[in-house]
């Protein structure tokens, strides 16, 4: 099994989301580009899911390292979400991926299930971590607590029994909100020992974040993944927040920061991706990116140099928490 410690570079790991054709659709060779540009930037571990696209970020994932060696890489994906041979008229994030019918379906067997397909379309033989997707309220409204029985009952069991055997390093919930994760943190039978919480710990939104998700995930010893540190391209002056339109309170936020930023000559990526890292409990941070040309710039944002001077200001404008462990200059 490969060693999270030495493979974490930086603590940057690359997001496949893009690569399922969210918001766009991109061409193969180009989607090949750019896990190989992560490849030549030292990144080693890679985040997919068969919810990207029906299954298509997981099949050029597996293409692109398909000539690496297993043992020089980290690997999750995640479970809840069954891709099925029949197709269906797509709209929303993925309207450009696979056409393929999904179901949500968080059962033992599910999950059995699930994970072998994932393995086929990765073209791998293991996984390292894997996540269960989106047990979450902004997915299934009222209806998420029972999913989260379901899930509780089943894909948890049968994640906690494959990393007692080794089979698996890690697992816990992939979610982009807190509550799920505090839950699952709170069970005494399968506690969770890696999360992956999207757009939750970020330069942007962190407060509630800092009061419970990450408190219990350091007193149970877990960790977290930080996935869309800059909130779907918001804070960076994209279109869309959180997977959605922008609200004017966080148009004004990113403005107020942005102000900030070029008055310390600092660039608010070097600043959202080293803020989302520098919490202990945070094990990578994962930017997705369907252009092999923003790798070099992830990685280069990591190592930037910024002035204490800059989280000064933002302290005293209250754009961050006095909670937030902040990076070292």
Do not use: C
Not at 38 to 67: K, Q
Not at 207 to 219: G, N, T
């Amino acid at each position: 099994m490969a060693d999270l410690n030495e493979l974490m570079k930086d603590k940057l790991g690359f997001g496949t989301a893009p690569l399922g054709n969210m918001f766009r659709s991109i061409p193969d060779d180009e989607a090949q580009a750019t896990v190989q540009a992560a490849w030549d930037e030292g990144i080693r571990y890679f985040d997919t899911a068969p919810f990207y696209g029906a299954g298509l970020a997981e099949e050029r994932l597996g293409e692109a390292l398909s000539g690496k060696s297993r043992d020089e890489f980290l690997l999750g994906t995640k479970v809840g979400r069954v891709v099925l041979d029949e197709t269906e008229e797509k709209s929303g994030l993925f309207e450009d991926g696979h056409q393929n019918r999904i179901v949500t379906d968080y059962s033992a067997d599910a999950t059995k299930r699930s994970i072998e397909d994932s393995l086929r379309r990765l073209n791998t033989d293991r996984l390292d971590f894997v996540f269960v997707h989106d047990t979450s309220p902004d997915f299934h409204g009222d209806d998420w607590i029972g999913l989260f029985e379901q899930a509780r009952t089943g894909a948890f069991r049968v994640l906690a029994q494959m990393q007692k055997e080794g089979v698996i390093s890690g697992w816990g919930l992939g979610v982009n909100t807190t509550e799920p994760i505090e839950l699952a943190l709170s069970l005494q039978e399968t506690p969770p020992s890696m999360s992956l919480s999207a757009t939750q710990y970020t330069l942007l939104k962190h407060e509630r974040a800092l009061q419970r998700m990450l408190p219990q995930a350091e007193e149970a010893g877990a960790k977290l993944i930080v996935g869309g540190p800059f909130n779907s391209g918001a804070l960076l002056g994209g279109d869309n927040y959180d997977y959605g339109p922008i609200p004017d309170e966080v148009k004004e936020r990113v403005t107020k920061l942005t102000a900030v930023a070029e008055n310390h000559g600092v660039s608010l990526k070097d600043a959202a991706i080293q803020f989302s890292s520098a919490h202990p409990a945070v094990a990578a941070v994962i930017p997705g990116s369907s252009r092999p040309s923003r790798i070099a710039e992830d990685i280069a944002a990591s190592r930037a140099q910024i002035p204490g001077d800059f989280w000064e200001e933002l302290l005293e404008q209250n754009l961050i928490s006095s909670h937030a462990p902040l990076p070292r200059s």
